[in-house]
């Protein structure tokens, strides 16, 4: 019998150099799949319907993962089999296309006949709505199993010209952190504000979701940090992810993070970009991990702070309670 665990978990300097994966709206080889939902990193799009399945489906009792998603955001497969993977075809439902991604790294767990695959998805920014993913793959001897379906849930958020999203599985109290050039830290217990703009109406800044926080699970699994274009500085930013809590040591997690500056992906100074990782079980508590930094505008200019009208977001009793939590732990 075929065993599967598959986990969904999860395309700077000077004026903030873009990679080459740009964005087009107006490009007609743009497919539906990659423009509204998704795209698989080192994929082929292929037009048309998955192909004929010939074998069973990946064993849904063995299958987990995070099923929320944030337009911009990642998550990622990551599927054990003892059967060798040559290829996997992912899709959406009602949708024209699949992603055709023959897997990069392949290894055996030890002691086991099983192999390791993991697959990276980028949602779209414009992301808007539920979608069913189909998964299915080609085995070493040419079979194609059949389709698994994994709903995921879209989860507003906010955006900005500069759009730092955190996903991770499984559910632990991981958070994302961003140092701006100015100093100012925005985290869970300095969230950002509201910009007051000239005919009257708030735009929100900073981070806008602190998943997990103390371990009461909310089963969303992302952080996003936003900043509008009236907030942006220019000069070096600084990205950093943080095991809070290991809410179940028995079990590590993974982690991915990703950086846009005006819809698309900047490429960082140090670090890389999008930037993956993993929590041993039993670890974490206070790494503040430096993933990435950046740099926005001319590196060599000054720092400048924009001026604007705001009010900061007032922190809620737990974002004090993990605050102080955390000094008590490191001694202060």
Not at 265 to 283: F, K, L
Not at 294 to 306: L, V
Request: with cysteine.
């Amino acid at each position: 019998m075929k065993k599967y665990l598959l986990t969904i978990g999860v395309c700077l300097m000077g004026i903030a150099f873009i990679l080459s994966c740009s964005k087009d709206d107006d490009n007609d080889s743009i497919s539906t799949l990659q423009k509204e939902y998704f795209s698989i990193e080192n994929a082929n799009y292929v037009a048309g319907s998955l192909p004929s399945a010939t074998t069973a489906a990946f064993d849904s009792q063995n299958i987990s993962y995070n099923d929320r998603a944030l337009a911009g955001g990642m998550n990622f497969i990551v599927v054990n089999s003892d059967t060798r993977i040559k290829r996997f075809f992912v899709g959406a439902k009602g949708v024209d296309g699949y992603w055709s991604y023959a897997p990069a790294t392949t290894r055996a767990e030890d002691g086991n006949e099983t192999y390791e695959y993991e697959i990276p998805i980028d949602y779209s920014t414009e992301l808007d709505d539920d979608l069913v993913m189909f998964i299915c793959a080609e085995e070493e001897d040419g079979d194609i199993t059949q389709p698994y379906e994994a709903s995921i849930t879209f989860v507003s958020s906010q955006s900005g010209d500069l759009e730092i999203n955190l996903t991770f599985h499984p559910a632990k109290d991981i958070d994302l952190h961003l140092y701006m050039p100015d100093g100012t830290h925005i985290y869970y217990n300095n969230r950002g504000g509201y910009i007051q703009n000239a005919d009257g109406t708030e735009t929100r800044w900073g981070l806008d979701h602190d998943s997990n926080a103390g371990c009461s699970i909310d089963g969303l699994n992302n952080e996003n940090i936003v900043i509008p274009a009236e907030a942006v500085q220019e000069g070096t930013y600084k990205v950093v992810v943080n095991m809070y809590e290991n809410c179940d040591e028995e079990t590590g997690a993974s982690w991915r993070i990703q950086t846009r500056y005006r819809d698309e992906i900047i490429r960082p100074q140090s670090g890389a970009n999008p930037a993956s990782g993993t929590y041993p079980a039993g670890d974490g508590h206070g790494d503040h991990t430096e993933v990435m930094t950046f740099t926005i505008g001319n590196a060599s200019a000054k720092t400048r702070a924009p001026q604007f009208n705001w009010r900061p977001i007032p922190p809620t009793e737990m974002d004090k309670i993990k605050h102080d939590a955390e000094a008590y732990r490191n001694g202060e």
